[in-house]
């Protein structure tokens, strides 16, 4: 019977290793996709910012004599 209740210890023992392990990668995964999205959402945002000050830059007038 202590055979039993020893090898029902290791048995949860390996489970809950396993089980922190499982936690601890899903963590990894979780934050490695969030700062995959936020670099996404930020080039994104940079190309749009890029894209208004173009646009904005071509609406000015070509002469510069006011600007002296």
Do not use: C, W, Y
């Not at 210890?9 to 995964?29: A, T």
């Amino acid at each position: 019977m202590r055979n039993v209740e020893r090898l029902t210890s290791v048995k949860s023992e390996l489970l809950d290793i396993f089980m922190s392990m499982e936690v601890v990668e899903h963590e990894q995964r979780s934050r490695t996709a969030a700062q995959r999205n936020l670099r996404a959402r930020r080039g994104i945002e940079l190309h749009e910012e890029f894209k208004r000050l173009s646009e904005d830059i071509a609406e000015l007038p070509e002469d510069d004599e006011g600007m002296h």
